[in-house]
């Protein structure tokens, strides 16, 4: 196998935070490379800089062989350099065949765009994922999932002899991520070079042939996969090493907190009812677009319902008013955190204390002094990593940015704690905490209602586990029924083929 | 219980009268006095000629000539003049209000601080001037506005005016007197079948000339007593199929019809020479401000070339009578 | 797997929106047409009609220029001022070279208001000062500078020469014709070029065009330059339409342009509608203006029932959105 | 974080475009003070004051609009339908202690107006203000038509126009002072200039957090209808003027005001110190520029020029470092 791609010596800082510092690495033709660090390890920095997105401040890139200077994303895609970002960057109002083939849509008589070989070329890709997406449609209003295979379509249809997979499987699903994996030994095994970044393991393993781990925006090491293990690979990414990943304590549920009955929103999901006690962890599993978050948005008040009742402690539940749930004691962790979870223009601060500007204020007002502390307070919690608290979450890293989510969140002292996707692009170490808070929460008394899409989570954190099908609660498994593989059957209802 | 209009009914009109004092005719006529223009709006042809023949006056006097204005013809943009001249000291403010009343509480702060104020073109309420140079009476210009539509309408017919804006002191005051004069006997073949605002716009006035004819296929006459209405109704006229059918007259400057009057869209129409409404303020102003004049009845005074004019009832001081223009003399003036 | 089946080519949920959305303008226009014929028939006369759309030639071309902005995600206040820098150069220009061809001229204008145009795009990439705070600046500033050279002086009919005159007034309607011509080509390039697809996409995520590798760059200055060059055209034909030009020409037809454009369907906040739209919003607006005088409503009524159409033309508009995004969202996609 | 970090934050925050900006505002004044004659005349400071008053008012309810990612384009016309309704009533021989009340009300609905189409309907407000622009000043024609009401009662007209007593303090710049703390903490320390900053920083991050963005926004827009209509009663007292075109072409100049003031077109970030600053370098620059018979132009010139280098400048520095 020869270098691809030669990645030397490259740093890049922001401001003081050095992001990523001397790193450097060789991707060869044919193999899957996998990246991977805790959260804000700089991954996602190299990455902008493989797409011409960032400059880096000193060090180059090789492209077999000869240098390669990326003044923009175009000289990246010129070079044959195709990138999945880790949040999905479509254009909304076009068609999902435009948003496709930007830039290289095929043409006609007179340049003019052949808008037919456009759409056949779009439903070719689907094809090959084995997705139907209308390519007809606009992308907006595309769930998340869509939306990450509308990315993979689009860097497919590049013919690129470098494809860079920035946590392309965070919002997908079993099924989707063996059509993915798939599509991807296929690119590796014509040839090009797969840079694949991923905090879950098992994905990993099932698909790269070397792993290179970064701290700190540093380059610890590059082996074969097949030389390491998981936690030699774990205790190089955190320098330690780790505890149990999923410590869940058995807890005695006490008085039922909250309790759906009947909920109903159409056309999305239709008679959903059921109980989470106190101290209790409840998954709610499913496949994606089953309507898991869209149950959940509806129990905290963001979305409306059509029937059905919420009660929190006995008390129900206006539809439609978020403050109420709150003021009983519900807190939403979203699973969309650019989009919901954070205002990404504003401090640390203020959003860690937005929920509560009410009660941090005196006598109605507030002098930031109080919001200060308790915001430090927070984040300190939840050790999440920033410069300064005045900074814009936006500079965070993802990890970060959900810690400080969490921290919004776990700050108004739910009764009722429900989390969607916690952990979703989350690094093993962070993964580790948010779970044991959530455990030690539970154990507090408090009442965990849990969406994922992560299988290993939902049966090593849930006390219950609800599933859901295309928009029906389907089944109720206790703790010990709760396996991989009847969770997959009540999901898909067939016999799990992954 | 409250303040209402009718309680309080004469009780604004109570005005400082700064000027009081007696009158010198034969006081001289100071040097380097500060007389300050402020008309209507700036860049507009008319305001132009006018305040030309102001500096002429002022050169002439040898006083310090100063031309200040908005360009959106309001009168809240007057006022905050207004100021600014009261600060900077001049000795008099010639001024073309945009509002009787809007500019007045301005004006009168401008007096009690020993400014003379003289209107022009365009009136503010009688208690916040010491005089106001009138072209020509409000009659007058009726009157001849209504002689000049039947001419052209042989007596009979539908007419429309095409005005400035809805509010112009000026325009508003001569169509009363048009509508008084439509009602009498002679007139009454005549029927005035719409006013329309241009808002001294050309591209609006443009556009209402438009829809005019649109509206009144039988129109015979449009009558523009301002000289951008008259010119783009000229303009529009003379390009279109209603050439030689409709006819305009009104109130217009000879340099922008001329055109028109030869290519035979407009066959008559009149104005008074506006340079010498601006000359005549001019020495108004100095006269007062030398103490010559107080602004009282009867009181005369002399206008450089103009010769000698008597304040009227009023303190309105009245130009002369206006000049009709046809395609025989319009080129004996250029302005 | 199964494989998957091909959609058949249809027409896409997108273009029927528009589609649907240009259809409402133009049924109003049928409506207003109707309801003032049938009270006076002379507004379906020749001259009325020729009149009417003389006069929305120019606030046409305006409008496709800030359509083309508007799909970017930005704005352009400042093209009635740009409309009077151009409209007063070529005047000036005419007046003292009278033997200047006409095309020429026209030219002369688009070039004036292309370099306003680049004047604000440049601010707005490189500066990185969003659109309506440089166009709402270079609206004063182009304003400032042409009374600055114009003074009081204006520039009458008789100073210009008949040719250029007749071009804005000659039985052959050049001004439609050439709106007709701008109309036509910034439709087609939009809709079926690269370059025109990058525009909607800029609109449409400003990010995510970045990474894609747009030139974001030069396509802003480029849609600034299409709306400022398209605004200097637009003063060319008001000089000749209507032959007097001071140095006020154009004030305030920033917002009936946004008007327009608002009404023909594209969206303020980018990615979406089309030219057609922006100029049926123009025809709609020049033709409510026209219709109310002839309708004999009065003159006061007249600027708050295009207030009130416009409120409505929006509104309706959205309905439509709704109820096709309500559709949207039951065609969810399925792993095959 | 130590208290030397907090402390260095808390210098960080302040050193922005807010505080340029009053800076700039307070050179250009003592330089005005000090260069132009009479500009720091006891009579010129009322003069300053009664002419930013209307933009300066308007200002303060803009920004928190502005601040939430919307805008208000009708204030002006709202402005303008307050005072022809103010002239109408008048005429129609109604006291001023009920007309002015009314007026307020009436702002207060036409910002409702605007509000339900912004949020009920969800439409855009660059498009909905636009539209009511046009709306609200055509129904002001309707009120009041060609006609101009005059003779508003002296103890009004006076009070509006004058000092407290015995000093050069304008009396309307005790309404002005007492709205801007009003408004100024309600943005910066109350939870509702929270929600305000959330809303515009992200709506449904906002909503997702318990905030109702559209309850909000539609109350700022009433806010800024009232203000509106407070500010056509205070023009019409002032210039003692009743008329249908009040205040016409006021809202690009509030917009470029408050844009001035460092409050960022996308909403979610500004101050309203900052806004207090703009109004006031706007105001006192034309004010000085004009004694100094510097032409009109030139001040349109200047507003332009400094609106762009409000972002342009903070822009280009920060790019530097
Ligand atoms: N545009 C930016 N401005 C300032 N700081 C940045 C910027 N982008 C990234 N950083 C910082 O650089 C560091 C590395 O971030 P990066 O996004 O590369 O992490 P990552 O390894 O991808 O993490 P994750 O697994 O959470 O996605 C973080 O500390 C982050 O806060
Ligand atoms: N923003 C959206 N616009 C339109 N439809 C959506 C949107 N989000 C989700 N849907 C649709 O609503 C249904 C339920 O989606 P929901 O997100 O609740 O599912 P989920 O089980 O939580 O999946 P995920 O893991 O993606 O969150 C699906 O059919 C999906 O396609
Ligand atoms: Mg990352
Ligand atoms: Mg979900």
């Given amino acids: 196998m020869t270098a691809l791609l030669r990645i030397r010596g490259v740093s890049k800082s922001f401001g003081a935070v050095a992001a990523v510092r001397d790193v450097s690495f060789d991707l060869y033709a044919g193999e899957a490379h996998a990246l991977v660090g805790e959260n804000g390890a700089g991954k996602s920095t190299i990455v902008k800089m493989l797409a011409g997105v960032h400059r880096p401040d000193s060090g180059a890139l090789e492209l077999s062989g000869t240098p390669l200077a990326l003044g923009g994303p175009a000289d990246a895609k010129a070079a044959g350099i195709a990138v999945i970002y880790q949040e999905p960057t479509l254009f909304p109002d076009l068609s999902v065949a435009e948003n496709i083939a930007m830039g290289r849509q095929p043409l006609g008589r007179f340049n003019t765009i052949d808008r037919a070989a456009m759409v056949s070329q779009a439903a070719r890709l689907f094809t090959r994922l084995g997705v139907s997406i209308d390519p007809n449609r606009p992308a907006r209003g595309l769930s998340i999932a869509d939306q990450q295979l509308v990315e993979i379509a689009k860097a497919l249809s590049a013919d690129a002899r470098v494809v860079v997979m920035d946590e392309p499987t965070a919002a997908l699903t079993g099924v989707e991520v063996e059509r993915l994996f798939a599509v991807a030994r296929s690119l590796r095994d014509g040839g090009a070079a797969l840079l694949f970044i991923s905090h879950r393991f098992e994905e990993i393993t099932a698909l790269c042939q070397r792993v290179t781990i970064m701290r700190d925006g540093r380059h610890m090491s590059t082996d074969l996969l097949a030389d390491t293990s998981v936690d030699e690979m774990v205790r190089r990414m955190v320098g330690r090493d780790l505890d149990a990943l999923f410590p869940k304590q058995d807890v005695v549920p006490g008085a039922t907190v909250l309790k759906i009955d009947g909920l109903t929103r159409d056309p999305v999901f239709h008679d959903i009812s059921f109980e989470v006690r106190a101290g209790e962890i409840v998954a709610l599993a499913g496949l994606v677009g089953s309507g898991r978050s869209e149950v959940v948005q509806s129990i905290f008040g963001v979305d409306p319902r059509d029937a059905g009742t919420v009660e929190v402690a006995g008390k129900s539940l206006k539809p439609g008013k978020p403050k109420h749930a709150m003021a009983a004691g519900v807190a939403l962790v979203p699973e969309d955190r650019r989009q919901q979870g954070l205002l990404m223009e504003l401090s640390i601060e203020r959003n860690v204390t937005l929920p509560r500007s009410r009660s941090l204020s005196q006598l109605g007002f507030l002098t930031g002094s109080r919001e200060r502390r308790s915001a430090q307070e927070w984040t300190e919690r939840l050790k999440t990593k920033y410069g300064r608290l005045s900074d814009e979450v936006g500079t965070l890293s993802g990890g970060n940015q959900q810690k400080v989510v969490l921290a919004k969140w776990l700050a108004t002292k739910p009764k009722v704690l429900i989390v969607d996707e916690p952990t979703r692009g989350i690094d093993v170490g962070t993964k580790a905490e948010v779970h044991r808070l959530m455990s030690s929460l539970a154990a507090e008394g408090v009442a965990v209602l849990m969406v994922s899409s992560e299988l290993p989570e939902v049966l090593g954190m849930a006390d219950r586990v609800l599933v859901m099908r295309e928009g029906r609660l389907v089944t109720e498994l206790s703790r010990s029924e709760a396996t991989e593989e009847a969770v997959m059957f009540a999901a898909t209802g067939q016999e799990a083929t992954v | 219980g409250g303040t209402t209009k009718s309680s309080t009914e004469g009780q604004n009109t109570a005005a400082p009268q700064s000027t009081a004092g007696q009158a010198n005719p034969n006081a001289p006529l100071k040097e380097g006095l500060k007389i300050a223009y402020l008309p209507k709006q700036l860049n507009n042809p008319y305001t132009d000629v006018e305040v030309g023949g102001g500096k002429v006056a002022v050169d002439e006097i040898k006083g310090a000539y100063k031309l200040v204005g908005p360009n959106d013809a309001s009168a809240s943009s007057q006022v905050s003049y207004i100021n600014t001249l009261i600060q900077q000291q001049q000795d008099v403010i010639a001024v073309a209000a945009n509002d009787p009343n809007a500019v007045c509480p301005s004006l009168n702060q401008a007096r009690k601080a020993g400014i003379k104020v003289i209107t022009f073109d365009s009136d503010a309420s009688k208690t916040c001037r010491d005089a106001f140079i009138n072209q020509a009476t409000t009659q007058g210009i009726g009157e001849s506005l209504v002689k000049m539509a039947s001419e052209l309408a042989g007596g009979e017919g539908e007419i429309a005016v095409l005005s400035a804006t809805p509010n112009a002191t000026n325009q508003n005051s001569w169509i009363e007197v048009m509508k008084t004069e439509l009602a009498k006997p002679a007139n009454s073949k005549l029927k005035l079948v719409k006013i329309a605002y241009g808002n001294d716009e050309d591209q609006k006035s443009f556009t209402e000339a438009q829809g005019l004819l649109q509206s009144y296929p039988n129109l015979k006459v449009i009558v523009s007593p301002t000289t951008v209405g008259i010119a783009a109704a000229s303009r529009y006229v003379s390009a279109s199929s209603y050439k030689g059918k409709v006819a305009i007259t009104g109130l217009g400057l000879p340099n922008q019809m001329r055109q028109y009057v030869k290519d035979g869209t407009v066959k008559k129409f009149a104005l008074w020479n506006p340079a010498d409404i601006g000359y005549l303020a001019a020495y108004a102003g100095a006269a007062m401000s030398s103490g010559q004049i107080t602004g009282a009845q009867g009181e005369k005074f002399t206008a450089g070339k103009l010769g000698e004019y008597t304040i009227g009832a009023d303190g309105e001081i009245v130009l002369g009578p206006p000049t009709e223009f046809t395609a025989e003399n319009i080129d004996k003036f250029n302005f | ?336 | 974080m130590s208290a030397e970090q907090l402390t260095e934050t808390r210098i960080g925050r302040l050193a922005n475009w807010n505080v340029a900006i009053i800076a700039i505002t307070a050179v250009v004044l003592v330089i005005a003070a000090a260069s132009v004659n009479s500009f720091g005349t006891a009579q010129n400071f009322g003069f300053l004051v009664l002419d930013l008053l209307p933009i300066a008012l308007v200002a303060l309810p803009m920004t928190l609009v502005i601040v939430t990612g919307e805008i208000d384009l009708s204030v002006a016309s709202t402005l303008g339908l307050s005072s022809a309704v103010m002239g109408y009533l008048w005429n129609a021989n109604q006291p001023i202690e009920t007309i002015i009340p009314v007026c307020l009300l009436l702002g207060a609905v036409l910002g409702a107006i605007n509000g339900f189409f912004v949020t009920v309907l969800g439409l855009p407000s660059l498009a909905v203000t636009i539209g009511t622009l046009a709306l609200y000043r055509g129904l002001a024609f309707v009120v009041l038509g060609d006609g101009a009401v005059a003779d508003f009662p002296a103890v009004y007209t006076d009070w509006v126009t004058g000092t407290i007593a015995g000093t050069p303090i304008p009396n309307v710049l005790i309404v002005l002072v007492v709205l801007a703390v009003i408004f100024g903490v309600i943005l910066h320390a109350t939870p509702i200039g929270r929600a305000v900053f959330a809303v515009g920083a992200s709506e449904q991050a906002a909503r997702f957090a318990g905030i109702r963005p559209g309850r909000l926004k539609f109350w700022l827009y009433v806010a800024s209808g009232t203000i509106a209509g407070l500010a056509g009663v205070l023009w019409t007292l002032r210039y003692s003027s009743a008329r249908a075109d009040n205040g016409a072409g006021l809202e690009l100049a509030v917009v470029a005001a408050v844009l001035l003031g460092g409050v960022s077109i996308f909403g979610g970030k500004g101050a309203l110190p900052g806004v207090i600053a703009g109004v006031v370098l706007l105001g006192s620059l034309q004010n000085a520029l004009r004694l100094s018979d510097v032409s009109n132009e030139a001040l349109n010139v200047v507003t332009g020029v400094l609106l762009i280098a409000s972002v342009l400048g903070p822009n280009l520095i920060r790019r530097r470092t």
């Fill in chain 3, 1 to 336: 797997m199964t494989a998957v089946e091909l959609p058949a080519p249809k027409r896409s949920s997108l273009d029927v929106v528009l589609r649907a959305r240009e259809l409402g303008i133009v049924l109003a226009l049928v409506l207003l047409v109707a309801v003032t014929t049938i009270s006076n028939p002379r507004f379906l006369s020749g001259q009325s009609i020729r009149d009417i759309l003389l006069n929305t030639a120019i606030l046409a071309v305006l409008a496709v220029g800030q359509a083309v902005v508007v799909i970017t995600r930005n704005i352009d206040l400042s093209v009635g001022s740009v409309l009077g820098l151009s409209a007063f150069t070529v005047g000036t220009l005419l007046q003292n070279y009278p033997g200047i061809p006409v095309v020429f001229a026209l030219l002369v204008g688009a070039g004036v208001g292309a370099a306003c145009g680049v004047l604000n795009g440049v601010l707005v990439r490189y500066g990185n000062v969003p659109a309506l705070v440089v166009t709402l600046g270079t609206l004063y500033v182009i304003r400032g500078v042409t009374y600055f050279w114009a003074g009081g002086s204006q520039i009458n009919a008789d100073e210009l020469p008949p040719s250029f005159l007749n071009f804005g007034t000659a039985d052959i309607p050049w001004l439609v014709i050439l709106a007709v011509v701008v109309l036509v080509v910034t439709a087609v390039v939009l809709r079926s070029y690269r370059t025109g697809r990058e525009l909607y996409a800029m609109g449409s995520s400003p990010q995510a065009a970045q990474l894609a590798g747009i030139p974001v760059g030069r396509r802003t200055i480029g849609a600034f330059v299409v709306s400022g060059g398209l605004a200097g055209l637009a003063g060319v034909l008001f000089a000749a339409r209507f032959g007097t030009i001071d140095a006020a020409a154009g004030t305030g037809m920033e917002l009936n342009v946004v008007a327009a454009v608002v009404v023909g369907g594209v969206a303020v906040f980018g990615g979406s509608g089309t030219v057609w739209g922006a100029a049926l919003g123009a025809l709609l607006l020049t033709t409510i203006g026209s219709a109310l005088a002839v309708l004999e409503i009065n003159q006061f009524w007249q600027q708050a029932i295009v207030g009130g159409l416009i409120l409505l033309a929006i509104g309706a508009d959205r309905l439509v959105a709704v109820r096709v995004a309500a559709g949207l969202k039951k065609r969810g996609s399925h792993v095959g």
